[in-house]
Nanobody
Framework: DVQLVESGGGSVQLGGSLTLSCVAS????????MGWFRQIPDREREGVAA???????TYADSVKGRFTISKDNAKNTVYLQMSSLKLEDTGMYYC?????????????????WGQGTQVTVS
């Protein structure tokens, strides 16, 4: 099994930027589809961005043009670069992994999850 640990969250001003990191252990991320999800209380977990084993990325419409997902297989790390942050980007951000899925932004399809890192935009 792969273990995931997120970092990089924090408080940021409206319009600012932040980069989240997800370090994997136990297996190599190159074998997985990796996703970033976010959740606010009383709301369903929302898919933000994903990158599959071939490096193909997918984004939620709400973050297209503002967020970039990338991975460094050598460092076994996935990144989420966030810019032009909006109030509605506030939430707990989770990194997740799955062997393969046809819908990379659907949280139910993912098997392994990190503990999350909080992002607050104000």
């Amino acid at each position: 099994d792969v273990q995931l640990v997120e970092s990089g969250g924090g408080s940021v001003q409206l319009g600012g930027s932040l980069t989240l990191s997800c370090v994997a252990s136990g297996d190599t991320i190159g074998r997985y589809c990796m996703g970033w999800f976010r959740q606010i209380p009383d709301r369903e977990r929302e898919g933000v961005a994903a990158i599959d084993s071939d490096g193909v990325s997918t984004y939620a419409d709400s973050v297209k043009g503002r967020f970039t997902i990338s991975k460094d297989n050598a460092k076994n790390t996935v990144y989420l670069q966030m810019s032009s942050l909006k109030l509605e980007d506030t939430g707990m951000y989770y990194c997740a992994a799955v062997w393969w899925t046809t819908d990379t932004l659907r949280s139910e399809n993912y098997k392994w999850w990190g503990q999350g890192t909080q992002v607050t935009v104000s």
